[in-house]
Nanobody, 125 residues
Framework: QVQLVESGGGLVQAGGSLRLSCAAS????????MGWFRQAPGKEREFVAA????????SYADSVKGRFTISRDNAKNTVYLQMNSLKPEDTAVYYC??????????????????WGQGTQVTVAS
């Protein structure tokens, strides 16, 4: 069972930046598509970004396109989410997740089978 541990959350002023990291256990990290999701209080969990197992293909929610960048370092078993030009509406708990299948094309929450515990991001206006 893979373990995913997020870090890098915190409090930032609007317009600021944060970089989230998600470290994965195990030796098969490089075989799996990874994603970031977020959940604000009283709202459903929503897709933020995803990256293919090889890192060449990325997908983003329209709300974060041009501001957030997902990347991965397979040698370090880590996926990152660089968040720039943060807005108060970006405030949420951010979760990283791993595709259920190796070499998969997961994009929606049910397609991801392993989840981290989440890290809080708060953007003050």
């Amino acid at each position: 069972q893979v373990q995913l541990v997020e870090s890098g959350g915190g409090l930032v002023q609007a317009g600021g930046s944060l970089r989230l990291s998600c470290a994965a256990s195990g030796r098969t990290f490089a075989n799996y598509r990874m994603g970031w999701f977020r959940q604000a209080p009283g709202k459903e969990r929503e897709f933020v970004a995803a990256i293919s197992w090889h890192g060449a293909s990325t997908s983003y929610a329209d709300s974060v396109k041009g501001r957030f960048t997902i990347s991965r370092d397979n040698a370090k078993n880590t996926v990152y989410l660089q968040m720039n030009s943060l807005k108060p509406e970006d405030t949420a708990v951010y979760y990283c997740a791993r595709d259920r299948q190796p070499y998969g094309l997961a994009l929606t929450a049910p397609d991801f089978g392993s989840w981290g515990q989440g890290t809080q991001v708060t953007v003050a206006s």
